[in-house]
């Protein structure tokens, strides 16, 4: 039996795929490496499940730049060249210039923490495979102290990735897989109620037939996202816009499509 279930918020509606998907990397104690195309709430996840079982959520955001060492320590020498120039004291204790990483700090936290590894698919190919031991054993070694530091509690961590590159397959035996299907409209119309319980069947029926039907389009560059379709039921809950409308006249469509050739391929479709 699981201490800790994850069973989605009021503010994160999962699917009962994504919940045991999250409920077994926990009872595994294993990373749980989430796909999916962006707007279906990858990081997102993360912040539900910290919330839902009442713990804190560290975020180490990745980058093109991001090093994997930047996520366990890093020696700060510049600032102590700079003390020593300035005769402060300390300087000979090299562990006052060790500074810990996103990594570091979620191993280092007395009570159990949610570290999420956010897009770690900007990264460069090797970054993956240079968290693989750190990961795994759950402890690194800090060279300038000789010191090695493991995990007072393993964190449960969650690792989100836009498929934008295709991770080592080391580092894919070691975590467990899923991957975040866009909503269908019955989820979706549930996700949406989460933000206006208030607005009316008619009018959201409506803006995600047309959503759908946008996302269809074959030759559309960017799809648009959950997040985009809420932003535009907002705001045609606040411009009044008739149900009827919404297909013809296509109101507030810049909330929606972020494309000049997107927005014409819309139009063209709108008016078969």
């Known amino acids: 039996m699981l201490n800790d279930t994850f069973k989605g918020t009021g503010e994160y509606v999962a699917s009962p795929e994504l919940m045991a998907g999250v409920n077994v990397a926990i009872a595994l104690k294993k990373p749980l490496l989430i796909k999916g195309e962006p707007g279906t709430g990858k990081t997102m996840l993360a912040e539900a499940v910290a919330k839902a079982l009442g713990k804190r959520l560290i975020i180490w955001n990745i980058k093109s730049t991001t090093k994997a060492q930047e996520g366990l320590y890093?020696?700060?020498?510049?600032?102590?060249?700079?003390?020593?120039?300035?005769?402060?004291?300390?300087?000979?204790?090299?562990?006052?210039?060790?500074?810990?990483?996103?990594?570091?700090?979620?191993?280092?936290?007395?009570?159990?923490?949610?570290?999420?590894?956010?897009?770690?698919?900007?990264?460069?190919?090797?970054?993956?495979?240079?968290?693989?031991?750190?990961?795994?054993?759950?402890?690194?070694?800090?060279?300038?102290?000789k010191e090695t530091v493991k995990a007072k509690n393993r964190?449960?961590?969650?690792?989100?990735?836009?498929?934008?590159?295709?991770?080592?397959?080391?580092?894919?035996?070691r975590y467990i897989f899923h991957y975040i299907d866009f909503p269908d409209k019955e989820l979706m119309e549930e996700i949406v109620r989460?933000?206006?319980?208030?607005?009316?069947?008619?009018?959201?029926?409506?803006?995600?037939?047309?959503?759908?039907?946008?996302?269809?389009i074959h030759d559309i560059r960017k799809k648009?996202?959950?997040?985009?379709?809420?932003?535009?039921?907002n705001a045609l809950m606040l411009g009044g816009i008739?149900?009827?409308?919404?297909?013809?006249?296509?109101?507030?469509?810049?909330?929606?499509?972020?494309?000049?050739?997107?927005?014409?391929?819309?139009?063209?479709?709108?008016?078969l």
Do not use: C
């Open 155 to 173: 964190p449960i961590v969650i690792i989100t990735s836009n498929a934008e590159k295709e991770l080592p397959d080391a580092f894919l035996r």
């Open 74 to 145: 890093v020696y700060d020498t510049i600032q102590r060249l700079y003390d020593g120039q300035f005769g402060e004291e300390g300087v000979d204790d090299i562990s006052r210039y060790i500074k810990l990483g996103k990594l570091g700090e979620a191993f280092k936290s007395d009570e159990q923490v949610v570290l999420l590894i956010d897009e770690i698919d900007k990264a460069d190919l090797e970054f993956p495979n240079d968290l693989l031991w750190e990961l795994d054993q759950m402890e690194f070694y800090i060279n300038e102290t």
């Open 194 to 216: 989460v933000h206006y319980p208030e607005v009316e069947k008619k009018l959201l029926d409506a803006a995600m037939d047309v959503f759908y039907d946008i996302r269809s």
């Open 224 to 233: 648009p996202s959950t997040s985009e379709l809420i932003d535009w039921v």
């Open 242 to 271: 008739p149900a009827e409308t919404i297909k013809e006249k296509l109101p507030f469509v810049g909330v929606v499509v972020k494309k000049d050739e997107d927005l014409a391929l819309v139009k063209h479709n709108s008016s």
